[in-house]
């Protein structure tokens, strides 16, 4: 299983709220948070293809180009499954993750799979939790992140298996 994650600029390692605007980039490795999903990804004969990245005010000052290009790049790369997060409890970031999610869902035939906690974004639950399966994870600092972790990779592979999800989704998503 090959997978892509998108992450904000804090969550990739790249600078903190300060860093905001980071254009949205790539690279052919894990980068921050999203080393923790490689090692856990390796155990389950997957790979990390890529990590995407995108400051949270560069892409609300952006967001068609940056869901357009995200979707572009997936097609070409040609990875089983693109995740989203993990975004934690930051609002922002939870926001890019579902609309981007859904843009390329919905714009390719990538399945994707988002990783968000509902502290702090309830409302954005509600909006997205009918057109993109969202795991449910602890805010930033909170227990339970293996176990979310453990969730997200699971639905990836139901997924790239077109395996039946119903049971596994109103079991760990929102």
Same mark, same amino acid.
């Given at each position: ?20 605007? /980071? ?6 490795? $894990? *980068?921050? +948070?999203? &080393?923790?999903?490689?090692?856990? #990804? ?63 869902? /919905? ?6 799979? $988002? *990783?968000? +906690?509902? &502290?702090?974004?309830?409302?954005? #639950? ?49």
């Amino acid at each position: 299983m090959k997978v892509i994650v998108l992450l904000d600029q804090i969550q990739a390692g790249l600078g903190g709220k300060e860093k905001a605007d /980071t254009e949205l980039g790539g690279k052919k490795l $894990a *980068m921050g +948070a999203a &080393e923790t999903l490689a090692k856990d #990804l390796a155990k389950k004969d997957g790979s990390l293809m890529a990590t995407f990245y995108c400051g949270t005010a560069y892409y609300q000052a952006n967001t068609d180009l940056v869901q357009g290009k995200i979707t572009r790049m997936c097609e070409k790369m040609q990875p089983d499954v693109l995740l989203v997060g993990p975004t934690y409890d930051y609002p922002d970031f939870s926001r890019m993750a579902c609309e981007v999610g859904l843009a390329v869902q /919905t714009g390719s035939k990538l399945p994707v799979v $988002a *990783m968000v +906690a509902s &502290e702090k974004n309830t409302e954005l #639950l509600s909006e997205f939790k009918t057109q993109l399966d969202i795991i449910k994870m602890p805010k930033k600092g909170g227990a339970g992140l293996s176990d979310a972790i453990d969730h997200a990779l699971a639905l990836c592979q139901l997924k790239v298996a077109h395996a039946d999800r119903s049971e596994f989704v109103s079991q760990y998503c929102y």
